[in-house]
């Protein structure tokens, strides 16, 4: 007869090798059965191969879910503080990038040692590759059917992630198995993704692709899945559309068929730069060309597309209307695109959506209808904002849960 494990954990990524770690430690026999050659890609691959495994800031406002109070058990429970301790309890060196970010020093990697020393404290036993075929329910225990025989439980935790960067492994494992138990899945869709655009007023900024610059973005609205959003962050023109962290953040929010809005002027008026009235109205800049006083609030580069755009490309200023002056100033601070798509799960960070927190217990992140079976990590729809968050939400309602086991 096999070994019965206190918990069987599907998927050995962020928030299940971290779950398995502290479960094990506290002394339940934990098995974790993952699909790759190689865990923890996701985490190699982040923060441009350097972690950003949490954020200083870190509150439920950084959180997209349909229930926004759900997070608020699991990150009191479990918040930044505590993860960065953890770290330096491994003298991982780190840094502060911008607003809260914490990068490694040196490589996730580190992150990634130290989620597999966590476990090894706690004897965890992790098997991959190992496909995981069925997920069922017998006599009280759960029966884990996989390539390699037969695995039974008293919980089960899914932890597969999301559907972001299907090469590296992604699937939608964790949403069939809740679908298997008639648990409600928001339907999922790529986020912290850059967008496309097909044609009109963004052609002729396609030339610019490469440009990084500070804006101030908003998408969605009120009565959109998830509300409207302001982001003030540096945008990047790209060949294929935007990108760049205010683009990225905005994805989250921006609805299928609706416009985003950009203030191109990002940095115009802030730190001492002059603002866009200031320039315009400025009597000694008559003789000036339209596309140099546009150079004085932004990018030479971008100031000549936007003239070029209203047939105003080496105009005096002179000699452009109150009217054009006033249709350029529109143009330049409330730049309204429509977004032909986004460029998919190629390219996503995250995924909006996953098992309804309603399906959930948030302080152990239970289904409420089935005792011991468990979601956690970015399968549950809770979707962080750029900049550490994601990571703490694995490693939060990873804690929930291993607390629950
Ligand atoms: P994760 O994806 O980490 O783990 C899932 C595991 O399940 C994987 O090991 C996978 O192999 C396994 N699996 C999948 N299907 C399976 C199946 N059918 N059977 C068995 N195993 C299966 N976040 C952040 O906070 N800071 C950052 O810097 C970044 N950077 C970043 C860059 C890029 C390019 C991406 C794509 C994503 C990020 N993220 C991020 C997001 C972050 O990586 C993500 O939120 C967490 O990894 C989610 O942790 P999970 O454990 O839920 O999934």
Redesign the pocket.
Known sequence: MNKIWDAII???????LFCAGIAGQRNKKILV????EV?????R???GGR???TNLNTSPSHFLSLNPHFVKSALARYPSSAFIKLVQSYRIAYHEKHQGQLFCDESAKQIIDMLFSECAKGNVLIRHPV??ESISHESEQWVVKTNNGIERSRSVVM????L??PAI???A?SLDIAKQFQLNVIDPRPALVPLSFTSGEFENLVELAGLSLPIRIAAGSKGSRYGACHFHEDLLLTHKGLSGPAVLQASSYWVEGETIQIDWLGAAGVNGDLSCDEVFNDEENRLKSTESILASVMPQRLAKAFAEQKNLLGRKWAEVSKKDRQVLKELISHWSVKPAGTLGWKK???MLGGVDTKELDGQTMMARNHSGLYF????VDVT?HL????????WASGFACAHAL
Do not use: M, R
């Open positions: 599907i998927g050995g990524g962020a928030a299940g059965l993952d699909h790759a865990l923890g890609e996701k985490i691959i982040s923060g972690c950003n495994f496909i995981a932890a597969t992630g999301g972001p960067v492994g992604a699937t494992y996503a960070e995250v956690i990590g970015e399968c962080g900049g550490g968050h994601n990571f703490q939400w694995a």
